[in-house]
Nanobody
């Protein structure tokens, strides 16, 4: 069993920054890729960013490229999402997820096996 706990969400003005954290437990965290997704009201959950087990490869949605940075600290079993230049359209619940059995695409919801409970990010204009 894997447990993922997100933190760091909140209310921020447009142009501001937040850093989300996702603490993992229950497995050898350093062996698995991790991803961040988000879901706005009335919309489907969408990919934001992913990072390989070593941190050597990262992947981003076009909508956040250049503004968000995903990173991980395997010694702390934690993955981060640094979000800069936030926009009102970034408002959503943000979820982290772990990919235990890679099957082809870090960009898809179905690729991931366990999810956190989510943390709300609200960006005011």
């Amino acid at each position: 069993q894997v447990q993922l706990v997100e933190s760091g969400g909140g209310l921020v003005q447009a142009g501001g920054s937040l850093r989300l954290s996702c603490a993992a437990s229950g497995r050898t965290f350093s062996s698995y890729a991790m991803g961040w997704f988000r879901q706005a009201p009335g919309k489907e959950r969408e990919f934001v960013a992913a990072i390989s087990w070593s941190g050597g490869s990262t992947y981003y949605a076009d909508s956040v490229k250049g503004r968000f940075t995903i990173s991980r600290d395997n010694a702390k079993n934690t993955v981060y999402l640094q979000m800069n230049s936030l926009k009102p359209e970034d408002t959503a619940v943000y979820y982290c997820a772990v990919d235990l059995y890679y099957s082809g695409s870090y960009y898809e919801v179905y690729e991931y096996d366990y999810w956190g409970q989510g943390t709300q990010v609200t960006v005011s204009s």
